[in-house]
Each structure stands twice: as structure tokens, then as C-alpha cells.
């Protein structure tokens, strides 16, 4: 099994990014983060932002928009297994997921470096 050994937030600028090339509103990144209300997200993506996204806020996002929905059905079954109950619905307005156009690689020390996306 993997498990993510380090992480480095992306900095408010890169997750203003991630928003326009999504093509969404602060309230559906938001819900693509699983927080309450648009207002949240500016906390994490205005040029004043004074919060870094945790790892299992982003990777949540990750998942979202990089799985299909046959991959995180069988995520869902595994909570389920483990007491949650989860209901699942579809995405914000606007891309399905990610995909890449790059793979991505590690770099010298083991780090995770993406490449470039595009919408699919």
C-alpha cells in the first residue's frame, strides 16, 4: 500500500489557478472541497488567503476530479464497510475530471511534481 510520505500545499495562486481552469464559482469550489460556503474558499485562494489547504482537503478535491465514477463507487463501498454512510452526486457545473496531459513524476527527493492538465 502507498501513502503520501510529504506534502506542500499549493499556494493561493495556484488554486486560483485550478478555479479558472475549472471554470468555477467560489460556492462550487466550495462543495468541490467539501466546505460550507464560497466565502470558505476565499480563505484559501484570494491573493490574501491565510490558510493552506490540508492534504486531505486537496486530495478529496483530487479524487473528485480525477477518478471515474466506477473508481470512487468502489471508495464509497470501502467506507461503507467501515460505518459511514455516504450518498454520492454529481460534480459542480463544469469538467467531469482531470485528466493529464503529463505524467507525473518525482523529482530527486521523492517529491510528487505534476504536470500539466487539461479538462476532459
Not at 460550507?36 to 484559501?44: D, T
Not at 492534504?55 to 459511514?84: D, K, N, P, R, W
Amino acid at each position: 500500500m502507498k501513502r503520501i510520505a510529504s506534502y506542500r500545499a499549493p499556494t493561493s495562486d495556484d488554486l486560483a489557478r485550478l478555479k479558472e481552469q475549472l471554470g468555477y464559482t467560489r460556492p462550487q469550489m466550495a462543495d468541490l472541497a467539501g466546505l460550507g460556503k464560497g466565502s470558505q474558499w476565499s480563505k484559501y485562494a484570494s491573493p490574501s488567503a491565510n490558510r493552506e489547504i490540508s492534504m486531505h482537503m486537496h486530495f478529496y478535491m483530487a479524487a473528485l476530479l480525477t477518478l471515474s465514477a466506477e473508481q470512487l463507487e468502489q471508495v464509497v463501498i470501502t467506507m461503507g464497510s467501515q460505518g459511514a454512510d455516504v450518498q454520492t452526486g454529481p460534480l459542480p457545473a463544469g469538467p467531469q475530471r482531470i485528466v493529464w496531459q503529463e505524467a507525473a513524476y518525482h523529482d530527486g527527493d521523492g517529491n510528487l511534481e505534476s504536470g500539466d492538465a487539461r479538462n476532459a
